[in-house]
């Protein structure tokens, strides 16, 4: 894909994102580009689930679709909900304490666990494989490695969607922690942190140990 065509694309969501609703001809006049060159790009940002088109009925003439973001394109520009969260957890550890922190990191732990459970199945290979996708659709760019010694395996996560709360509130980190031994049913210790100034986040996974 060239920078060219990334750029008019780009143009046209932020279009988009201020203007609203635009018909192929408006965004044309705008950009400077043919109607035809417009489509061209808007054919892609469909295919790609960034834009959605509308049929409107209009006073004279046939009639014409408009174009708008999707909730999917939305996304993509700037957010800032980790200082809010972090306003909220502070608040409500001044209120009423660390303890009702922990305990609202608990109940995320259990939601997560609730959704995680009936997915992560089959033997220990296939539970890490699935946990490190399921990781991965929440933005933490996991790998994950079978390892020399049976029965052990590592995942690494190298992004934290939640880093600035985790390096503030620690609970992040240890109900992950916890998250992970509870679907896997395994031995799973962290070697790596990256709120505690690692480079990425690491999981050494194995069998439970027979008694």
Request: glycine letters at 4%; proline letters at 2%.
């Amino acid at each position: 894909m060239s920078n060219e065509n990334t750029s008019t694309r780009d143009q046209i969501l932020n279009m988009l994102k201020v203007k609203g609703s635009l018909s192929v001809s408006d965004m044309a006049v705008d950009l400077g580009i043919t109607e035809m060159a417009v489509r061209r790009h808007l054919n892609t940002l469909e295919r790609d689930n960034l834009i959605k088109s509308t049929l409107v009925r209009q006073a004279m003439g046939r009639p014409t679709n408009v174009y708008s973001l999707s909730q999917e394109a939305d996304e993509l520009f700037p957010r800032n909900y980790s200082h809010l969260t972090l306003d909220f957890l502070r608040d409500l550890q001044d209120i009423d304490g660390n303890g009702k922190v922990e305990m609202l990191f608990r109940r995320r732990e259990n939601r997560l666990e609730q959704s995680y459970r009936p997915q992560v199945q089959g033997n220990l290979e296939e539970r890490v494989a699935k946990l490190a996708e399921l990781q991965n659709e929440k933005g933490y760019m996991v790998e994950w490695e079978k390892l020399e010694e049976e029965g052990r395996y590592c995942i690494k996560e190298f992004n934290c969607p939640i880093s600035q709360v985790a390096r503030e509130f620690n609970q992040a980190c240890t109900c992950e922690l916890s998250l992970f031994r509870r679907v896997l049913n395994a031995e799973v210790e962290q070697t790596s942190c990256m709120a505690k100034g690692g480079e990425k986040c690491v999981f050494d996974i194995r069998e439970v140990r027979q008694a």
